[in-house]
């Protein structure tokens, strides 16, 4: 009898043992997951107040940049229409001062590279000052150039060629006048003259620019 008493406690001192030992495991496995849950919910709740907050920047620049874009257009359209335009000239007519002012700051500095144009640029001014046209060179960086259409940051490229022409003293003075009062800019780098006052040989070294268009880029952010 006693023998059976002592086996009947040590085995339910082993099942409570066990019991004991079953139930930790589930403390300890609800308790793990607790945590780990827990911080991901935390995580989550984070990024999401991280995205609400990129969100609420974002509409708030995109408020704006919608202001400064009205803003732009109110200004853009009043310099359009100015009349007389920058040069004193008639904003709808079609001579050499005449032209909206937007069109006149395109005429003034392109925005791609293109040297055939500006040979017969050269050429219609030269030929306005009655003299004759004896050479226009230059390099044609077409094949160069043609990376640097548009830009994230653009600056003036420079655009050397050379002239040389032949007339009166008082004629080369006025083409010299006349690149230096241009819309479009002209530097000027070097002049050499032979000849006399009534048939004058000149050689015009100079350069003018172009400027590739601005690219505006639309990124897209993640938000980690």
């Known amino acids: 009898m006693a023998r059976t008493t002592s086996f009947t406690k040590r085995s339910l001192i ?3 043992n066990s019991a004991i030992v079953a139930a930790t495991t589930v403390a300890a496995f609800v308790l793990v997951f607790t945590l780990v849950a827990g911080k991901a919910l935390v995580s989550q709740l984070g990024y999401q107040n991280r995205v609400i907050s990129a969100k609420k920047t974002a509409l708030h620049q995109l408020d704006n940049d919608l202001s400064a874009r009205d803003t732009l257009k109110t200004s853009y359209d009043k310099f359009v229409k100015q009349d007389p335009n920058l040069l004193a ?7 050499a001062q005449d032209g909206d002012n937007a069109t006149l700051i395109l005429d003034s500095l392109p925005s791609n590279y293109d040297f ?5 640029s050269l050429e219609k001014l030269i030929g306005s000052q009655n003299l004759k046209i004896l050479s ?3 390099t044609d960086e077409e094949a160069t150039q043609g990376a640097n ?3 994230t940051s653009p600056a003036a490229v420079k655009m050397p060629f050379q002239v040389q022409v032949n007339g009166t003293y008082g004629s080369v003075q006025s083409l010299v006048n006349v690149f230096l009062s241009s819309i479009r ?4 780098q070097s002049i050499q003259i032979t000849g006399n006052e ?9 350069q003018t620019f172009y400027q590739p268009g ?3 880029n639309i990124k897209q952010d993640t938000v980690q």
């Open 214 to 216: 601005k690219v505006f």
């Open 149 to 151: 259409q548009t830009s």
């Open 198 to 206: 009534s048939s004058m040989n000149a050689t015009i070294t100079a």
């Open 136 to 138: 226009i060179s230059g």
């Open 89 to 95: 000239g008639n904003p709808t007519g079609s001579g």
């Open 116 to 120: 055939p144009a500006l040979a017969t």
């Open 14 to 16: 082993t099942k409570a």
């Open 185 to 188: 800019p002209f530097q000027i």
